[in-house]
């Protein structure tokens, strides 16, 4: 017997969770997804889905807003803080104000309606996949050519002429370009660590595109940025506005996830829509 390819772009690897009180919708969503080729488990509750995603990493779920218990809409939410990257496909049969907008701030894929069109679910979680895949592709890519450019500039930094020795003993001289200050935030550029003030201090690791995207909104305070004026800042050069905004995005997606003591909720990185990002000092 051959196996399914399953739809043009599917993701063999991919996992995904359907979330459903229903067991019938459950299991022909599960039998449905598993023939085009996913690995597909199912959760009965927003309980019992939020337990899954703490223990094992899918790719995507599928998520029903009206549940008993918790509902869809603190599913969401919820999984987004323990998946930060995780994909979502929102499925209600009672489209709400309430429900669209947590979905909006949720960064939900797709909100569809029931009954489900099975080829419109599936065209939605195929494409969501290549996007991700083309996003976690780009990201790589401009991780190696920041770690590139910073081997580059440790090679050509000229050597600093010898001092004599201080008169009195002391902490050895820190360059004033090694950190930048913005309100509660100080950046190591040169270890790309991040440390919040407060209680307790928090210090986290950055890659070298978020690291450079922040310096970028560090040195323009108050000033909105666009997608491809921070690529630039990024990469070095000019990127169209659609490749600058999928590459751009997810940076700032987890920079919020780092820095922001509420990320969905961002009080220093804010968005402009339509124009872009500034790191607010007010």
């Known amino acids: 017997m051959t196996e399914n390819p399953g739809p043009p772009g599917a993701d063999p690897g991919a996992r995904l969770l359907v979330v459903d009180d229903d067991p019938n919708t459950r299991a022909g969503l599960r039998d449905l997804l598993s023939l085009m080729g996913y690995h597909v488990e199912e959760a009965g509750s927003g309980h019992e889905a939020l337990s899954l995603l703490e223990s094992e990493p899918y790719d995507l779920m599928v998520l029903d807003m009206r549940m008993p218990g918790m509902d869809g809409v603190e599913a969401m ?51 969501a996949l290549r996007e991700r895949a083309e996003q976690l592709r780009r990201q790589h890519l401009l991780d190696v050519v920041g770690q590139a450019l910073d081997t580059l500039r440790q090679t050509d930094r000229p050597v600093a002429p010898a001092s004599p020795p201080p008169t009195s003993p002391g902490p050895p001289p820190v360059s004033l370009e090694r950190f930048l200050h913005a309100g509660p935030l100080t950046l190591d550029r040169q270890k790309r660590l991040a440390v919040m003030k407060g209680a307790p201090v928090r210090t986290v690791e950055l890659t070298e595109g978020e690291a450079a995207i922040l310096v970028a909104l560090i040195e323009h305070p108050n000033q909105v940025l666009s997608c491809s ?3 630039r800042a990024a990469m070095g050069y000019d990127l169209d506005k659609w490749t600058a ?32 990002y500034f790191l607010s000092l007010a």
């Open 245 to 276: 905004q999928s590459m751009v995005r997810p940076c700032i997606h987890r920079l919020r996830r780092k820095i922001e003591t509420t990320p969905d909720e961002p009080r220093l990185i804010r968005t402009v829509r339509g124009r872009g």
């Open 77 to 127: 939410q919820r999984a987004r803080q323990i998946r930060p990257d995780l994909l979502i496909v929102v499925l209600t049969a009672h489209a709400t104000l309430e429900s669209a907008i947590a979905a909006v701030k949720s960064d939900a894929v797709d909100y569809l309606l029931k009954p489900i069109n099975i080829e419109s679910l599936s065209a939605v979680i195929s494409h």
């Open 229 to 231: 004026q921070l690529a």
